[in-house]
C-alpha cells in the first residue's frame, strides 16, 4: 500500500519523461529483443552489475528456502521465530535500498555491487552455527547485501543507455535476472536437502567463488 502511495504520488509529467516516439511503436518485437539483449550485454558495467545480480540470486534463494528449515528444523523454534528472522532480512534490504545512492555515486557503482556480494556470502556462510539472535543479525546484514548489489543495475541502465533504447534494456534485463533465480532455487533447494546442517555454509561459499569470478572475469576498470 506505502508503495502504491509513492507511485501515485510521482507528478504524470514526471512519469512521461524519457518516453519518444521511436519507444512506442517498435516495429519489429523480436529485433526489439535482440537489441535490448546486445544493448544489456554490450555496456561493461551492465554485465558486471547483471553478474553480480547472479551472485546475488545465489544467495538470496538459500535465504527464501531453506531459511524456514533451519529455524524449524536446527533451531527448534515456532512460525513467530521465523517471522521475526525474515522481517529482519526485509529491513536490512530496506535501509540499503533508501542508502544505495548515498554510499556509492561512482560511474560504476562498483562498490555498492561487491561490498553487496561480500555481505551476502559472508552473513550465509555462518549462518548455521549462529544462535538466534545472531542469526537475526546475520540476516539483516543479508538484507543490506541483497539491496546493494541488485539496485545499481537499474541506475546504470538509466545512465549508460539512450532513452529510446531504455525500455529494451529493461526487458531484457528483468528477463535475465528472473533466469538467474530460476537456476538459484533448484541450487538452494539442493543444498537444503543434500546438506541440512551446512547447506548455509556450502551456499555462502558458492556465493563468494562466483563474486569473486564475476569481479575477475567481469568487472570494468
Known sequence: MLAAVLILAIPKADLQKGVVDAGKNPKNAWAEVIKGISLL??????????????????????????????????????????????????????????????????????????????????SVCFANYANYPVFVGLWILAGLGQSLAEIPSETLIGENISSENQGKVYGSHFAFSHLWWAIAYPIAGYMGNRFPENDFLYGGILTLVVGLLAVVIFRSR
Open 41 to 122: 550485454f554490450g555496456n561493461k558495467l551492465l554485465r558486471f552489475a547483471l553478474s553480480i545480480e547472479f551472485v546475488s540470486a545465489i544467495a538470496g534463494a538459500m535465504i527464501l528456502v531453506n531459511t524456514i528449515s533451519h529455524v524449524k528444523n536446527e533451531l527448534q523454534l515456532d512460525d513467530k521465530y521465523y517471522g521475526w528472522v525474515m522481517a529482519a532480512f526485509g529491513i536490512g534490504a530496506s535501509i540499503a535500498a533508501f542508502a544505495s545512492g548515498i554510499i556509492d555515486k561512482s560511474k560504476s557503482r562498483s562498490v555498492s555491487l561487491i561490498s553487496g556480494a561480500l555481505l551476502l556470502g559472508v
